[in-house]
């Protein structure tokens, strides 16, 4: 098995935004804080970002509908002051990229890859509206690729690069071949679904509300392509709804919405999750 795969998170991650900064996290983050934690950042852009204008979240039955618009602070305030305080935390870091251009991705990946603490990237390459939000638009599967493959030219090869997709039915089993054929080490299935506001609004949908499609999407990439890591993502919340997407062949799952409702969510499921450690010896008199 390579590097890369060895060091691919799991089983449980915080999908990226949700945690925050990780400060807003930590009082609900269990006994051990935030130390050996999977958190995957908000996606970080070259410049900053003030985000979307208008009410961003608009809760639904069985999810919410969003319209943030990728705030954050930039690659530079992100370097000198996010990033060191969560890898002091312990976390272990993948920070999520966005570009408007594929050149956008892969100065991101350059830059990213000589600053200390940095585990792996995920590259947003499945975002509900990507012109709305400013991206380089991912029309294709080969759209997709390219935006990996600049990445990936750019990264370790020993460390991981997670392609986060939509979950399309129709278009995911293509999009997760051509992503991990231009380098990606895993896939993370699904992003929010395109949706509207009452209001018309073009926004995305996250939450229970869109688990089965995700949970659909995971169980074709894995039958279809089982040496590829699959990390299922959408309406996470308890461990039922997680066992349900490692039992359709993910190696791990991500937690966002279910984060804003009940902070700790993402403690509890680890608790569940990951295997205890073995008892220190006893002495011998």
């Known amino acids: 098995m390579s590097t890369s795969l060895r060091m691919l998170p799991g089983p449980?991650?915080?999908?990226?935004?949700?945690?925050?900064?990780?400060?807003?996290?930590?009082?609900f983050a269990g006994p051990t804080g935030l130390e050996g934690l999977d958190l995957v950042t908000r996606s970080i852009t070259l410049d900053p970002r003030s985000g979307g204008t208008g009410p961003r979240v608009e809760e639904v039955s069985g999810g919410l509908v969003n319209a943030v618009g990728l705030?954050?602070?930039?690659?530079?305030?992100?370097?000198?002051?996010?990033?060191?305080?969560l890898v002091r935390a312990g976390a272990r870091v993948f920070v999520s990229v966005a570009g408007a251009t594929m050149g956008e991705y892969a100065d991101l990946a350059r830059r990213l890859s000589r600053a200390p603490g940095v585990a792996g990237l995920e590259v947003n390459v499945g975002?509900?509206?990507?012109?709305?939000?400013?991206?380089?638009?991912?029309?294709?599967?080969?759209?997709?690729?390219?935006?990996?493959a600049a990445v990936r030219r750019e990264f370790p090869s020993d460390r991981p690069v997670l392609a986060k997709l939509r979950p399309d039915v129709s278009r995911v089993l293509e999009g997760a071949r051509?992503?991990?054929?231009?380098?990606?080490?895993?896939?993370?299935?699904?992003?929010?679904?395109?949706?509207?506001?009452?209001?018309g609004r073009a926004g995305g949908l996250s939450g229970p509300a869109v688990s089965p499609v995700a949970l659909r999407c995971v169980a074709e990439v894995h039958h279809a392509?089982?040496?590829?890591?699959v990390i299922g993502c959408g309406g996470v919340h308890d461990l039922a709804s997680a066992r349900s997407f490692l039992d359709a062949g993910a190696v791990g799952v991500q937690v966002g919405t279910a984060l804003?409702?009940?902070?700790?969510?993402?403690?509890?499921l680890r608790a569940d999750l990951l295997p205890a450690a073995p008892p220190p010896p006893e002495e011998t008199p």
Do not use: K
């Open 12 to 27: 449980v991650m915080v999908a990226a935004g949700c945690g925050g900064t990780g400060r807003e996290l930590l009082p």
């Open 71 to 85: 705030p954050n602070p930039g690659l530079e305030h992100f370097l000198a002051t996010e990033l060191p305080w």
């Open 127 to 148: 975002a509900p509206d990507e012109a709305g939000a400013g991206l380089f638009e991912v029309r294709e599967p080969y759209h997709a690729a390219s935006v990996i």
């Open 178 to 199: 051509a992503c991990h054929e231009a380098g990606a080490t895993a896939v993370v299935v699904g992003n929010a679904v395109p949706a509207a506001f009452r209001d």
């Open 225 to 229: 392509l089982p040496a590829l890591p």
């Open 260 to 268: 804003l409702h009940d902070p700790t969510t993402v403690a509890r």
